[in-house]
């Protein structure tokens, strides 16, 4: 894939498991702001080539220098705060026919970060979550279907005294409610674990270490969860190799089900039992409304909802709870 972040994708890029394959001739052009700085970068600065080390600081700038039919792609880094208000959303008016975002799950998306586009007669469309003060149509990842998704998954083996690690507070209780009303309704007890607090970006050596203490502090006595459920497939996969140097069996001492996309390529993410998140059924549903937008069929600012199925994938990691409980004090 072209690029001209250091040394290029030679692995290829996925997002949630999801592979991008379409190549493209254009040019990447690198926006940041932020001061949270790569090895060997530089501030984002206009005067800057635009590369994922020397980044421009505004989208405005960078789409000055994309040409037209070329396929010129812009990536924002992490932590960009910038607004398309100062004449970018008017010069996304000639070749954009549509917007579809994922607003951020951490610190909330600012309005007039979106308004500018339908403004200018650009359709938006919601994936994931919304943007408070805009209206538009939402492809919401429904997250307490998800959590009872998993929580009947469970309860349907046999599973009684469970786990719920959760890696931040974005969602957490949409996730806890379903997960424990499933739970509940089969006569079962959820024990809560938030893993990083409110941190949004952690290190693995960090999420290694913290859920490492957690699955030391809950697995000691013979009353210890037989099950877990986590939220993101690749903490998921954490939890598996932890549980492993624990010197427990999955699933066989503790069944573990994650959260995560459809495309499962690599050894461990195929044995992961998931709730299963249709991101290209999503993805396919976004570009369908943005087209009834452009075409008139729908109002730009109509803010229906259409809650997209989810799956699951049986995996290797869900099984019934074990006879005998064992326990870190007694292996």
Aim: glycine fraction near 12%; charge should be neutral.
């Amino acid at each position: 894939m072209s690029s001209n972040f250091p040394n290029g994708f030679a692995a290829g890029v996925t997002i949630r498991g999801i592979p991008l394959l379409q190549a493209h001739p254009g040019e990447v052009f690198w926006v940041s702001n932020s001061t949270v700085l790569p090895k060997g970068g530089k501030n984002g600065s206009n005067g800057n080539k635009g590369t994922r080390l020397e980044p421009f600081a505004t989208i405005t700038y960078a789409l000055t220098k994309c040409t037209a039919d070329r396929g010129d792609i812009i990536v924002l880094g992490a932590g960009h705060s910038d607004s398309l208000a100062a004449g970018g959303a008017g010069a996304l008016t000639l070749n954009v026919a549509g917007v579809a975002i994922v607003p951020m799950n951490g610190r909330p998306t600012p309005a007039y970060q979106i308004r500018p586009l339908q403004e200018n007669g650009i359709p938006v469309v919601f994936c994931h979550r919304g943007v408070e003060g805009i209206r538009a149509p939402l492809l919401p990842i429904p997250f307490d279907k998800v959590g009872h998704l998993a929580g009947e998954a469970l309860a349907r083996q046999g599973h009684r005294r469970v786990a719920y690690l959760a890696p931040t507070p974005v969602a957490a209780s949409e996730y806890e409610q379903g997960f424990r009303k499933a739970m509940s309704a089969a006569g079962g007890d959820v024990t809560k674990r938030l893993a990083f607090g409110n941190s949004q970006r952690v290190d693995s050596v960090v999420r290694e270490k913290a859920y490492l203490e957690i699955l030391q502090q809950i697995c000691q006595g013979p009353d210890r969860p037989t099950a877990i459920f986590t939220t993101y497939d690749p903490d998921a996969e954490m939890i598996y190799l932890l549980l492993e140097r624990l010197g427990f069996r999955v699933p066989e001492d503790i069944s573990l089900i994650g959260e995560g996309g459809p495309v499962r390529e690599g050894a461990i993410i195929q044995k992961i039992s998931s709730v299963i998140v249709q991101e290209e059924e999503i993805g396919r549903e976004a570009a369908k409304l943005l087209r009834q937008m452009r075409d008139g069929e729908r109002p730009i600012d109509d803010d229906e909802e259409i809650v997209v199925p989810l799956g699951f994938y049986e995996g290797q990691t869900l099984g019934p709870p074990p006879k005998e409980i064992r326990c870190l004090k007694t292996m």
